[in-house]
């Protein structure tokens, strides 16, 4: 089976600022990789996702991850950071199986103005 | 449109009460999973169901079941047995095995007093 971990609960930033969203995962197999927000009282919308190939993968509203396997890392950023990008971001993990697919605790995004 | 709903948005009931969350999909997907959040906290799986008139239970199933009947329903009831019911619920489904993501309903969030 595998894990997901966030290191960061919380990240502060500056409107314009980049900003980076650190995961990491564990797994015996090959896994798939996805970023998720979430807005207050919302659900999960996809904002990108790795399956293979490039390992530099684009999403929507700017964001973008880079699949790391060596590091086991999915990293999400975004060059410059909009109010509107104050979310709670989640890294999610599938097995090559299609089976387990497993979220991180989340890392909640404050864009200061 | 092509959508999953969950109805309604906002439940309120008496400690000792069961309820019954809906969700229902058009997508014509299906997997269709039931997830609990709570503040500060990722999401854990309650049940899910690859197919119709099966289910699984996930990492928290304890004080809750489900059907599945159709495909496009997959309705959770949260019996009086469990201990905290008070959260945000999210149904979700998935496709066809290439597109590997799920799906995410609007959330029914939950409040028992």
């Known amino acids: 089976a595998q894990s997901v971990t966030q290191l960061d609960s919380q990240v502060p930033v500056f409107e314009e600022a980049p900003v980076e969203l650190r995961c990491n995962y564990s797994?015996?197999?090959?896994?798939?990789l996805f970023w998720y927000v979430q807005y207050p009282n919302q659900g999960l919308q996809l904002l990108l996702k790795y399956l293979s190939g490039s390992t530099l993968v684009k999403g929507i509203n700017g964001f973008e991850a880079e699949f790391n396997k060596s590091q086991t890392s999915f990293h999400l950023r975004k060059p410059s950071v909009h109010i509107s990008d104050t979310a709670e971001y989640f890294c999610a993990a599938q097995d090559n199986y299609g089976q387990n697919f497993v979220f991180g605790p989340g890392t909640r995004l404050s864009v200061l103005p | 449109d092509g959508g999953i709903t969950q109805s309604p948005k906002y439940l309120f009931r008496k400690e000792g009460q069961n309820v019954t969350l809906s969700c229902e999909q058009n997508l014509n997907h299906d997997a269709m999973y039931w997830y609990r959040q709570d503040p500060g906290q990722g999401l854990r799986l309650i049940y899910y169901s690859q197919i119709v008139n099966d289910f699984q239970k996930g990492d928290i199933a304890e004080g809750y079941s489900v059907s599945r009947e159709k495909k496009e329903s997959f309705p959770l009831t949260v019996t009086s047995a469990q201990k905290n019911p008070t959260a945000f619920y999210l149904c979700a489904t998935s496709g066809a095995t290439l597109s590997r993501e799920q799906y995410f309903g609007p959330g029914t969030r939950l409040t028992v007093t």
């Open positions: 797994s015996s197999v090959s896994v798939y």
